[in-house]
């Protein structure tokens, strides 16, 4: 199973919208969470609807557009969707709403935003989309399961274009329940400086990313999604070892083959020792780059490391803001992206040069 | 309160009510038609301006005739508000 990335489109805590790879200065902030940088949506999404729209549903239009516009014309045969927690900013209100007017008297705009597959559908209703449309809520593998089902798809010629994405907002009530477990950092700190020292906690973030995946590549071609793997489990560093050498094994490949390794580590020293031991096994010639300072933390945060792979092998070059160990090679031909979630949910992607 | 007094106050709240983000008091006009013309709302938008008579008027209108003859403008919403003594 393999797809083209054709085109991207990518809200993210960076200036990403425009279509750029990290052309303006990377944000480094100390607000202590990545709240997206967002373009001004009447220029993308039509203002009549805009106004109903929350705001994951805004960043998920948003980007699925900005995707869309940038692959000229071509219409996906398929939208596939990965989101951790959905549209649950409206859910709650939805429901609290509910309660306030004791089941009387419900504004339906929550309601047709609640679902948790509203950014798909809304992406198929806007665009005239009829074909197959899903959303995974798979937690952590969100978006590793949405890119799963979108190159099954296309190796089984159900669809010649898919349009993928994962998004997920900020939301404080998830926030402050994830606070009570140390998630995140108390101490004042920034972005930047995430992996300096060994403290528990990280950043939260938010972000959609859409991309156009195509059974033939075409000259606006990032990159080729060759392979997803996920798996629910608490692991140590052998099991995921294997877990990998199964993956490149099944493609040929070999540790060795893999030129960069873009890892999710977020700073938590209560769940990053999985993401060191790691490194530790990797061959010497590897490069490792990290991008979670530069989205903080979500459940659909591989969307973002897709696109920031998908770049690096177009432009092939690795900006300096991601790296963690440098590149004894100056080509990156293969990236392999590796995500834990708590270190229960796992995702691996592995990406080529077109 | 006045009819005129009553109609800024039912413009704030509708552009509340319907987001209308980009739209100030002073660009509606009290006896210009809310849907279709005028500020363009579709049927969900009449869905909200029924729960707005009804929480912050407590005017519950049963009769899909007269919903329709009350939701013309915002002149008419304040006549009949007016006229059952809500305000």
Known sequence: ?354 | MSEEELIEQLKTQIIEALSLEDITPADIDPDAPLFVEGLGLDSIDAIELMLLLERNYNIHIDDPKKRREVLTSVRTMAQLIQSQGKE
């Open chain 1, 1 to 354: 199973m393999q797809a083209y990335i054709n085109s991207t489109g990518i809200i993210s805590p960076q200036q990403t919208y425009d279509g750029t790879f990290f052309a303006a200065p990377i944000v480094n902030t100390d607000s202590m969470i990545l709240n997206a940088m967002e373009p001004v949506y009447k220029e993308i999404i039509n203002p009549v609807l805009l106004r109903r729209m929350s705001h994951v549903i805004k960043m998920g239009l948003g980007a699925s557009n900005l995707c869309l516009k940038a692959a000229e014309g071509i219409r996906p045969d398929a939208v596939v969707v990965g989101t951790g927690l959905a549209c649950l900013y409206d859910l709650e209100k939805f429901l609290l709403s509910i309660d306030d007017y004791h089941e009387k008297m419900l504004s339906p705009i929550p309601f047709i935003n609640s679902s948790h597959n509203t950014v798909s559908s809304q992406i198929a209703i806007m665009n005239k989309l009829t074909g197959y449309n899903i959303t995974y809520c798979h937690r952590a593998i969100s978006f590793e399961s949405a890119l799963m089902d979108s190159l099954m798809l296309i190796a089984e010629n159900k669809a010649d274009n898919v349009l993928a994405g994962g998004i997920d907002e900020f939301l404080h009530n998830y926030y402050t329940i994830f606070n009570l477990l140390s998630y995140w950092r108390k101490e004042t700190i920034s972005n930047l400086s995430l992996f300096e020292g060994s403290h528990p906690g990280s950043i939260p973030g938010e972000g959609a990313a859409f991309f156009l995946l195509g059974k033939e590549k075409n000259e606006k071609t990032l990159a080729k999604l060759t392979d997803v793997q996920t798996f629910v489990t608490k692991c140590d560093v052998s099991y995921l070892k294997n877990e990998i050498d199964n993956l490149l094994q099944r493609n040929g490949l070999e540790r060795k083959d893999v030129d960069l390794f873009l890892l999710g580590r977020n700073g938590d020293n209560q769940h990053d020792g999985i993401y060191l031991d790691l490194e530790k096994i990797l061959p010497e010639t590897s490069c490792v780059a990290y991008f979670k300072h530069l989205c903080g933390e979500y459940m659909t945060a591989s969307s973002f490391a897709t696109w920031v792979a998908a770049n690096i092998l177009k432009t092939e070059n690795i900006p300096d803001c991601l790296i963690k160990k440098a590149p004894a090679q100056s080509q990156i031909k293969r990236i392999l992206i590796y995500n834990h979630y708590l270190e229960k949910e796992h995702g691996l992607i592995l990406l080529e040069a077109k």
